[in-house]
């Protein structure tokens, strides 16, 4: 491989050049001049990124390739891998914060910034993160074939600035491995250092990529631990140009290899492992920590929370997101006892299934305070159910959900008991919960309010009636039918090579963050408002949405397009979904939406994997037909979309009012005449 040549795979191309993998295909098929492969395989081949970048500009598919995307290419292609590289441009954008000697070392010759640079990049990590920290110091050989990676994140910087230009290069990386890693959304994070309160010294003893502790923004020290070196390095980088205060993240097992014996902290974060058998049951069994037993070797998310109250100070808060099983277990019943007799555990919140990973189970919220030797140990427990609030992983409503859990934890935090909410919240008698099984979870102790069921179906049934009076109302008649037409088509390609409309792709779209709400697939297809959220390190823009846009899923959904309206506009266009931006005055999006519904349509367009079916967008079809006509079918597929919405709605109530009927004849509040 010639020096410095970057490479770059088929789904690096079509990133740059904002088109599927399918229409790169397409060009190697066609094009006869598209380059050569350089390597990779027969069915994962890369090429040289200099080649490629050459030939999009000359057939007119790009500009010029993001300096993003040269240096994401870079980073992916580092001899040492990914990792490696992020370390190195983690500790070069630390220089960013000294401009002086940051402008007097890139203007220095190869040779002379491969000899100065590892003593400034040692001085600078030592300066932010502290003696002991998990970054290596690249020097030599292997620091001087990488200078362009240097120089590279350096203009990257320049361009976005030192945190955002990390933050694109992290989420990248997360993107290349979903699966190593466990994220903590960062709406569930923030509303974990909300339940924390105000604090000075925040630690995550498990801080994985650190969300926990950004989340914690008036921290003025943050600590951390986490047993893989390459994450806890990328971690203390991320943290170190996210926030002005020291960062102190460490490498190692919390449980086994402590590196915070002499932190009391504020508070502690924390979203430890789960179902660990191997936590070190026998080699920590006299562990000073086990102040409420010794955990069982099957229960070591009690360990994890004893280690968190052992580490904070006096009243304290450690916030911990646990296994619902952890709630009842009957192996950590007497620990449970014992936190709830000396007042540790405040409060216990079940959240959505979908709210964090693993996404399929309803995980749990634990409140706690390390008491004081001179406070009477409170006699209730909080328990709020919100579990229910949710659709799924992409319906989670952060915003409505904050607002109860808070509510309902701030009356209970000050005043020591917190309004009753049927269903919802209440605070609960310890002699309620000290029996033979110690049960906390909140299902448990909230009963539902059947006095209201059978009113509640009676309202229900109310709406439904209306619902469905509205949909006849709105059920478009067929007509005379009559032969099929025999139009002339075009294809989407065609219409965004003329200039009638352009074609956009969303990003991620259904992780953490914050900004404009998203709008999934899952969104797209049910006509749902956005639900989704943008991750952390979606530092590109994300493309929003405009009122008369027509958006399409991607992946394995048939024949399903939606116009935007005014309520929608101003989201996020989420991972998986095309969207379409016409010139009204040449395409109607009424019309354009229309015929992309069509079953045939769809089918013609669409491609099979593995696993799913993919829509390739650009071939799907509209007839050529003059504005006058395009209006008159767009009027008429206007109609029906609201009849569909229609019928959505009394679908939903009909769903309600079955449920109801059930739950009401079970609990005696709906008779059964």
Same mark, same amino acid.
């Given at each position: /491989?010639?020096?410095?040549?970057?490479?770059?795979?088929?789904?690096?191309?079509?990133?740059?050049?904002?088109?599927?993998?399918?229409?790169?295909?397409?060009?190697?098929?066609?094009?006869?001049?598209?380059?050569?492969?350089?390597?990779?395989?027969?069915?994962?081949?890369?090429?040289?990124?200099?080649?490629?970048?050459?030939?999009?500009?000359?057939?007119?598919?790009?500009?010029?390739?993001?300096?993003?995307?040269?240096?994401?290419?870079?980073?992916?292609?580092?001899?040492?891998?990914?990792?490696?590289?992020?370390?190195?441009?983690?500790?070069?954008?630390?220089?960013?914060?000294?401009?002086?000697?940051?402008?007097?070392?890139?203007?220095?010759?190869?040779?002379?910034?491969?000899?100065?640079?590892?003593?400034?990049?040692?001085?600078?990590?030592?300066?932010?993160?502290?003696?002991?920290?998990?970054?290596?110091?690249?020097?030599?050989?292997?620091?001087?074939?990488?200078?362009?990676?240097?120089?590279?994140?350096?203009?990257?910087?320049?361009?976005?600035?030192?945190?955002?230009?990390?933050?694109?290069?992290?989420?990248?990386?997360?993107?290349?491995?979903?699966?190593?890693?466990?994220?903590?959304?960062?709406?569930?994070?923030?509303? /974990?250092?909300?339940?924390?309160?105000?604090?000075?010294?925040?630690?995550?003893?498990?801080?994985?990529?650190?969300?926990?502790?950004?989340?914690?923004?008036?921290?003025?020290?943050?600590?951390?631990?986490?047993?893989?070196?390459?994450?806890?390095?990328?971690?203390?980088?991320?943290?170190?140009?996210?926030?002005?205060?020291?960062?102190?993240?460490?490498?190692? *097992?919390?449980?086994?290899?402590?590196?915070?014996?002499?932190?009391?902290?504020?508070?502690?974060?924390?979203?430890?492992?789960?179902?660990?058998? +191997?936590?070190?049951?026998?080699?920590?069994?006299?562990?000073?920590?086990?102040?409420?037993?010794?955990?069982?070797?099957?229960? $070591?998310?009690?360990?994890?929370?004893?280690?968190?109250?052992?580490?904070?100070?006096?009243?304290?808060?450690?916030?911990?997101?646990?296994?619902?099983?952890?709630? $009842?277990?009957?192996?950590?019943?007497?620990?449970? &006892?014992?936190?709830?007799?000396?007042?540790?555990?405040?409060?216990?919140?079940?959240?959505?299934?979908?709210?964090?990973?693993?996404?399929?189970?309803?995980?749990?919220?634990?409140?706690?305070?390390?008491?004081? &030797?001179?406070?009477?140990?409170?006699?209730?427990?909080?328990?709020?159910?919100?579990?229910?609030? $949710?659709?799924?992983?992409?319906?989670?409503?952060?915003?409505?959900?904050?607002?109860?859990?808070?509510?309902?934890?701030?009356?209970?935090?000050?005043?020591?008991?917190?309004?009753?909410?049927?269903?919802?919240?209440?605070?609960?008698?310890?002699?309620?919960?000290?029996?033979?099984?110690?049960?906390?979870?909140?299902?448990?102790?909230?009963?539902?309010?059947?006095?209201?069921?059978?009113?509640?179906?009676?309202?229900? @049934?109310?709406?439904?009636?209306?619902?469905?009076?509205?949909?006849?109302?709105?059920?478009?008649?067929?007509?005379?039918?009559?032969?099929? &037409?025999?139009?002339?088509?075009?294809?989407?390609?065609?219409?965004?090579?003329?200039?009638?409309?352009?074609?956009?792709?969303?990003?991620?779209?259904?992780?953490?963050?914050?900004?404009?709400?998203?709008?999934?697939?899952?969104?797209?297809?049910?006509?749902?408002?956005?639900?989704?959220?943008?991750?952390?390190?979606?530092?590109?823009?994300?493309?929003?949405?405009?009122?008369?846009?027509?958006?399409?899923?991607?992946?394995?959904?048939?024949?399903?397009?939606?116009?935007? *309206?005014?309520?929608?506009?101003?989201?996020?266009?989420?991972?998986?979904?095309?969207?379409?931006?016409?010139?009204? +005055?040449?395409?109607?999006?009424?019309?354009?939406?229309?015929?992309?519904?069509?079953?045939?349509?769809?089918?013609?367009?669409? $491609?099979?994997?593995?696993?799913?079916?993919?829509?390739?967008?650009?071939?799907?079809?509209?007839?050529?037909?003059?504005?006058?006509?395009?209006?008159?079918?767009?009027? @008429?597929?206007?109609?029906?979309?609201?009849?569909?919405?229609?019928?959505?709605?009394?679908?939903?109530?009909?769903?309600?009012?079955?449920?109801?009927?059930?739950?009401?004849?079970?609990?005696?509040?709906?008779?059964?005449?």
């Amino acid at each position: /491989m010639p020096e410095n040549r970057t490479e770059v795979t088929a789904a690096g191309i079509a990133r740059f050049a904002g088109v599927g993998r399918a229409a790169v295909s397409n060009w190697r098929r066609r094009h006869s001049d598209f380059p050569k492969p350089v390597g990779g395989t027969d069915t994962s081949p890369v090429f040289d990124l200099a080649e490629v970048e050459q030939w999009l500009r000359e057939q007119g598919k790009v500009d010029q390739v993001p300096l993003r995307e040269l240096v994401w290419q870079q980073v992916e292609q580092d001899p040492g891998g990914a990792a490696a590289a992020l370390r190195l441009v983690g500790a070069v954008l630390l220089l960013h914060a000294r401009p002086a000697e940051w402008r007097r070392l890139l203007a220095a010759d190869d040779a002379r910034l491969g000899r100065e640079l590892p003593d400034a990049l040692a001085e600078a990590l030592r300066a932010r993160l502290g003696e002991g920290h998990p970054v290596p110091v690249p020097e030599g050989p292997g620091l001087t074939g990488r200078l362009p990676l240097v120089r590279g994140g350096a203009q990257l910087a320049d361009e976005l600035g030192a945190g955002p230009a990390y933050e694109f290069l992290m989420g990248r990386h997360l993107e290349a491995g979903p699966r190593q890693y466990t994220l903590t959304p960062a709406p569930l994070s923030e509303l /974990m250092a909300e339940l924390a309160g105000p604090a000075g010294p925040v630690l995550d003893p498990a801080c994985g990529y650190g969300g926990l502790l950004l989340a914690a923004g008036t921290a003025t020290t943050v600590a951390g631990q986490e047993a893989d070196p390459d994450l806890a390095a990328l971690t203390a980088l991320r943290l170190a140009l996210h926030t002005d205060a020291p960062v102190r993240i460490r490498v190692g *097992d919390s449980l086994r290899a402590d590196e915070h014996t002499g932190l009391r902290a504020d508070a502690v974060l924390c979203h430890p492992p789960f179902n660990e058998r +191997a936590w070190g049951h026998e080699e920590l069994a006299y562990d000073p920590r086990w102040e409420y037993g010794l955990p069982p070797r099957t229960e $070591s998310e009690l360990a994890w929370v004893q280690h968190a109250l052992a580490r904070v100070r006096e009243h304290g808060a450690a916030v911990l997101l646990m296994p619902p099983a952890a709630a $009842s277990r009957r192996s950590g019943r007497r620990i449970r &006892a014992d936190l709830l007799r000396r007042g540790a555990l405040r409060a216990v919140v079940a959240l959505p299934a979908g709210a964090a990973p693993p996404f399929g189970i309803p995980l749990h919220l634990w409140v706690l305070r390390r008491p004081a &030797a001179d406070t009477p140990a409170p006699q209730q427990l909080l328990v709020v159910d919100v579990a229910d609030r $949710s659709e799924g992983q992409d319906r989670v409503p952060w915003q409505e959900l904050r607002g109860t859990v808070l509510d309902a934890w701030h009356a209970f935090d000050r005043d020591g008991s917190a309004p009753d909410r049927p269903g919802v919240s209440r605070t609960v008698p310890l002699v309620d919960l000290l029996d033979d099984d110690v049960d906390v979870t909140p299902a448990r102790h909230l009963p539902t309010r059947a006095a209201d069921a059978g009113e509640g179906v009676e309202e229900v @049934r109310d709406r439904l009636t209306a619902a469905l009076r509205h949909a006849l109302d709105l059920a478009p008649t067929a007509g005379t039918p009559g032969p099929p &037409a025999h139009w002339a088509m075009t294809s989407i390609g065609e219409l965004a090579r003329t200039g009638a409309l352009s074609v956009l792709t969303g990003g991620p779209g259904s992780g953490p963050g914050g900004g404009p709400p998203v709008l999934t697939e899952h969104d797209v297809v049910t006509g749902g408002a956005p639900s989704g959220a943008l991750p952390d390190g979606a530092s590109e823009e994300p493309v929003l949405v405009r009122a008369g846009d027509v958006v399409i899923p991607a992946l394995g959904r048939g024949a399903t397009a939606r116009v935007i *309206d005014d309520a929608t506009a101003g989201a996020a266009l989420g991972r998986n979904v095309y969207l379409l931006r016409t010139d009204p +005055a040449v395409l109607d999006p009424w019309f354009l939406a229309g015929f992309l519904r069509s079953t045939a349509n769809s089918r013609q367009a669409s $491609s099979f994997t593995s696993s799913a079916t993919r829509l390739d967008v650009r071939r799907l079809q509209v007839p050529r037909l003059p504005p006058a006509d395009q209006r008159r079918y767009g009027e @008429r597929f206007r109609s029906v979309a609201a009849f569909e919405e229609a019928s959505r709605s009394a679908a939903r109530l009909g769903e309600l009012l079955v449920q109801g009927l059930y739950d009401g004849l079970t609990d005696g509040s709906v008779g059964p005449s």
